[in-house]
């Protein structure tokens, strides 16, 4: 004996649009958080290495007391 059963559901589709929306928002805007702190650290790394070139005594000078610093010499 077979009997089958028929359910109807309703889907709420605009429930589903509005919830993937706002997950692309987040994701868009954790993308760019991580964008402007990556080229903060960038610039901030730059600015330390002229830094350390300007009161160093230039590349020369900034190379030869790194090695020095690395060998102990």
């Known amino acids: 004996m ?6 109807k559901t ?4 605009d429930q589903a649009i509005n919830t993937q ?15 402007v702190v990556s ?6 790394a730059v600015a330390c290495f002229v830094g350390v070139m ?6 020369l000078e900034l190379a030869q007391s790194w ?3 690395i060998t102990g010499m």
């Open 2 to 7: 077979n009997s089958t059963t028929k359910i």
């Open 10 to 13: 309703k889907v709420n589709a």
């Open 21 to 35: 929306t706002g997950l692309d928002t987040v994701s868009t805007g954790s993308i760019v958080v991580m964008g």
């Open 39 to 44: 080229a903060v650290i960038g610039l901030w």
């Open 54 to 59: 300007v009161s160093g005594g230039g590349p």
């Open 67 to 69: 090695f020095s610093a």
